[in-house]
């Protein structure tokens, strides 16, 4: 089962607003990571935020975590045409008795039109 | 070079053949992981690697065998290829601070 569950499943905007992606998680984490896909091709890796942080920022992404909801958020500022890509939260997080992997979720698909 | 590198880039096999898909780092890292990804899910762990001699089955390892031939070489291998293996995998390599390094992925279609 994966760990992390994105909502909504899927989102569509215009271009200029924001868009928001929310990931839940069931266990303990050493980091939480957003990644990007385009097409169905490589992973585009946006940003780390470890277990002790509550916020961080990279240009016009915003990250957040809660470790006590287990939760993550994703906001994606002043949206583009070029933003349009699945998004995946991961947790770096224990994949079984061996140890620790990236356990990722399903995804949030945007849509961004102009 | 790309810091991971998978081979093939894309591969179309028959049912019932054994087929391996290659991967190397550059990133001079410990640890490897292989995923496979379905259309329009999220990137399932199918093995990983935490040193030359450790070999972990992650969370759908049945049909999958792996081998870990160096520090930069890990190599998945469908030992029988089923049509329900059609996926998108990926090679990947960390480091001690939870970084992950993605190869650009193997687009394997079994018929």
């Known amino acids: 089962s994966q760990q992390g569950e994105e909502d909504p499943q899927a989102l569509s905007i215009q271009e200029g607003e924001n868009a928001t992606m929310n990931c839940s998680y069931k266990?303990?984490?050493?980091?939480l990571q957003w990644y990007r896909q385009n097409s169905g091709r490589g992973l585009v890796h946006l940003i780390l935020?470890?277990?002790?942080?509550r916020e961080k920022h990279s240009g016009r992404l915003r990250v957040t975590l809660d470790t006590s909801k287990k939760s993550s958020s994703l906001l994606i500022t002043a949206s583009r045409a070029a933003d349009t890509a699945s998004y995946f939260c991961?947790?770096?997080?224990?994949?079984?008795?061996?140890?620790?992997?990236?356990?990722f979720g399903k995804g949030t698909t945007l849509s961004v039109s102009s | 070079d790309a810091d991971v590198t998978q081979t093939p880039r894309n591969r179309i096999t028959k049912t019932g053949k054994r087929i391996m898909l290659e991967c190397s780092q550059t990133?001079?890292?410990?640890?490897m992981y292989w995923y496979r990804q379905d259309p329009g899910l999220g990137l399932q762990l199918i093995y990983y690697s935490f040193d030359v001699k450790d070999i972990n089955k992650g969370e759908i390892s049945d049909g999958y065998s792996v081998s870990r031939q160096a520090q930069a070489k890990f190599s998945l291998s469908l030992e029988s290829a089923i049509p329900n293996q059609t996926a998108l995998y990926f090679c990947?390599?960390?480091?001690?601070?939870?970084?992950?390094?993605f190869g650009s992925g193997t687009r394997l279609t079994v018929v």
């Open positions: 990947a390599t960390s480091d001690p601070d939870g970084g992950y390094t």
């Open positions: 990133k001079g890292h410990d640890r």
């Open positions: 991961a947790t770096d997080a224990r994949a079984n008795q061996a140890g620790t992997a990236l356990i």
């Open positions: 935020i470890r277990s002790n942080e």
């Open positions: 266990t303990s984490i050493n980091n």
